[in-house]
């Protein structure tokens, strides 16, 4: 088993800035891909970013260019820096693992990000 935990959620203004940050524990051995999903009221969860151990990554369309995904294999964590932020944003942020970016088997709690206007 895995075990996840986010941090870095929160409240900003339009335009502003966030830093999400994930740890894993546990069986990181299997862990290939690890990313960012979020889930907004009413919509289906998403992937907003992944990341492999190569460091090859994949981004939505809606994010490019304004969120930057990095990792520290030595810590095992996954950052998600978010920039130029948009209330179209907000959403409930995941963090997610597994051995492939289709492959996903782990999930964090879950952090709010809220991007007001």
């Known amino acids: 088993q895995v075990q996840l935990v986010e941090s870095g959620g929160g409240l900003v203004q339009a335009g502003g800035s966030l830093r999400l940050s994930c740890a894993a524990s546990?069986?990181?051995?299997?862990?290939?891909?690890m990313g960012w999903y979020r889930q907004a009221p009413g919509k289906q969860r998403e992937l907003v970013a992944v990341?492999?151990?190569?460091?090859?990554?994949n981004y939505a369309e809606s994010v490019k260019g304004r969120f930057t995904i990095s990792r520290d294999n030595a810590r095992h964590t996954v950052y998600l820096q978010m920039s130029s932020l948009k209330p179209e944003d907000t959403a409930v942020y995941y963090c997610?693992?597994?051995?492939?970016?289709?492959?996903?088997?782990?999930w964090g709690q879950g952090t709010q990000v809220t991007v007001s206007s």
């Open positions: 990341i492999l151990l190569s460091s090859a990554t």
């Open positions: 546990g069986s990181i051995f299997s862990i290939n891909a």
């Open positions: 997610a693992a597994g051995p492939s970016a289709s492959g996903i088997r782990y």
